[in-house]
């Protein structure tokens, strides 16, 4: 298993077992849940959940989302930060947060990279989806905060270039990895992303995140809910 695959899964196991050991825990039949709750349920039934309705890009700027803030003042930018976490092997660090050498896996198409500059942080669920989905009602600071989201490391993803500017803002209906043994792993990512923001889900979308998962374990998602 790929090195840092084998981090996100370890840092999802972990947030499990504390859902699991923690006292009065939100579930899916318990009241409804709030934002900051934390809640975990198998990715079918949280698919489930989901709204359904037409999406609409109607006002739609990319400009919206402000994105790739230094949030915490430190010289870098969510971009970095992200690379930096997700680094196999640590980058150099220079002035200005400038990266050098390194080693990445983009899981999307099951490939190393050795440099910053062949990587794109990719929103797992793009920003055009989430804008037609929902976020169009948001609040700038909002819409900010989602474009930025280090919280949960599933938000943000460093994949290649090329395969990141191949998806464009496409939902799993029309594009998933090219490297087919992620693709469980990306559609359980995609539900628990649009479950975090309660986004809603196109029919033709639902559709086809059933139809994937139906071949997919069942696994528990644990989110804290942004919304």
């Not at 809640?39 to 400009?63: F, H, I, M, N």
């Not at 609040?139 to 938000?155: F, I």
């Not at 395969?163 to 693709?183: C, F, H, I, M, V």
Request: glycine share 4%; net charge negative.
């Amino acid at each position: 298993m790929r090195l840092i695959r084998t981090v996100r899964a370890a840092v999802l196991a972990s947030s499990v077992l504390a859902a699991l050991i923690t006292p009065t825990p939100v579930t899916a039949s318990a009241a409804p849940a709030a934002p900051g709750d934390t809640v975990t349920v198998p990715v079918r039934e949280a698919l489930q959940t989901l709204p359904v309705k037409d999406e609409s890009r109607a006002g739609y700027e990319r400009s919206k989302f402000r994105h790739w803030v230094d949030a915490d003042r430190d010289g870098c930018n969510t971009r970095a930060e992200v690379l930096k976490s997700e680094a196999v092997e640590a980058p150099g660090q220079a002035a200005n947060c400038v990266l050098a050498g390194g080693l990445w896996y983009s899981a999307y198409d099951d490939a190393y990279f050795d440099s910053a500059r062949k990587l794109d942080v990719d929103h797992l669920v793009p920003l055009a989806e989430a804008w037609d989905s929902g976020a169009s009602a948001w609040t700038a600071k909002e819409r900010e905060a989602y474009a930025n989201d280090l919280d949960d490391p599933r938000a943000l993803i460093a994949v290649s270039a090329a395969t990141n500017r191949s998806k464009a803002d496409q939902d799993p209906s029309t594009w998933l990895p090219p490297y087919e043994g992620y693709r469980c792993q990306y559609v359980t990512d995609w539900v628990a992303d649009k479950t975090r923001y309660q986004l809603a889900l196109d029919p033709t979308e639902q559709a086809a995140l059933s139809e994937t998962l139906s071949r997919c374990p069942n696994e528990p998602i644990t989110v804290t809910l942004a919304r």
